[in-house]
Each structure stands twice: as structure tokens, then as C-alpha cells.
């Protein structure tokens, strides 16, 4: 679970599980939620293991970013309610956390198993190659 208590626009806070699906709640709401990201049906279903909210400068821009068991890493725009990126790690995510969330984004990082961490630059997203990043 993720959550935004700084910063710019509302109150929110970030659900994933193991249906695959990554969901922002507004805590002012009841009932459901905001925002959801579902797998395409008939896909392969991944558990997600975690999300964070981040890129809340303003009123109007948040991204969430998910990270799933067999490696894949989503970044979701909640003003256009899409995938804006995504990247495999090749390995399970277990954490994933923007610099700071109530700042343009600048970078982010991403936890794996066995000890592996990725650092991406947030501001060089490439659709293919996934812009600029260090695996330490």
C-alpha cells in the first residue's frame, strides 16, 4: 500500500494484490475506488507486490508506480488513467519508491529479490529501452 499525505491533490492512497490489479483509493470516498488497473483479460495474471504515488507537484499530475512478482515494473498516469511505462528487472520486485513524491519526478528506485536494486532517471523514459538506469 502506498500513500500521499503531502503535497498536492487529494488524499490517496495505493492498493495492490494478487489479482494483478493496482488501485487508488481517495479516502474521502467510500466504497470504490478512484482509479483501476486491471490485467487485460485473458492475460497472464501476475501478483503485484507493491506500488508507491509519486510525481504530485501539482493538482493535476500523479503517477503510481507497481512492481509485480516475475519482475515487471508499470508506471501509471493518473491524470490520463494509462500505462505510461513499463521495464522487467528480471527478478521479483519488492519495492518500489519515488525520491520524493511531492516533486516533479526525478528518479526512482526499484527493490528485487536477492539483494539487487535498481535506480532509474525518471525524466529519460524510453517506451523499448527504458531509459537511463544503474543496477547495483
Not at 493538482?59 to 498516469?77: H, I, P, T
Not at 525520491?99 to 535498481?118: G, P, W, Y
Not at 532517471?121 to 524510453?126: C, K
Request: hydrophobic share 35%; glycine share 10%.
Amino acid at each position: 500500500m502506498g500513500g500521499q499525505a503531502l503535497g498536492y491533490g487529494p488524499p490517496e492512497l495505493v492498493t495492490c494484490g494478487r489479482d494483478g490489479c493496482v488501485r487508488v483509493w481517495d479516502v474521502r470516498q467510500e466504497d470504490a475506488p478512484v482509479a483501476a488497473f486491471e490485467p487485460a483479460h485473458g492475460s497472464n495474471i501476475r501478483d503485484c507486490w507493491c506500488v508507491a504515488i509519486g510525481n504530485s507537484y501539482n493538482d493535476e499530475d500523479r503517477c503510481v508506480l507497481a512492481g509485480y512478482d516475475n519482475g515487471d515494473v508499470k508506471m501509471f498516469d493518473l491524470k490520463m488513467n494509462q500505462l505510461r511505462w513499463e521495464t522487467n528487472v528480471k527478478n521479483g520486485v519488492c519495492g518500489v519508491q519515488f525520491d520524493r513524491r511531492d516533486i516533479q519526478m526525478n528518479k526512482f528506485a526499484v527493490t528485487c529479490l536477492e539483494s539487487q536494486f535498481h535506480v532509474f532517471d525518471a525524466r529519460t523514459q524510453h517506451p523499448q529501452k527504458a531509459g537511463a538506469w544503474a543496477q547495483i
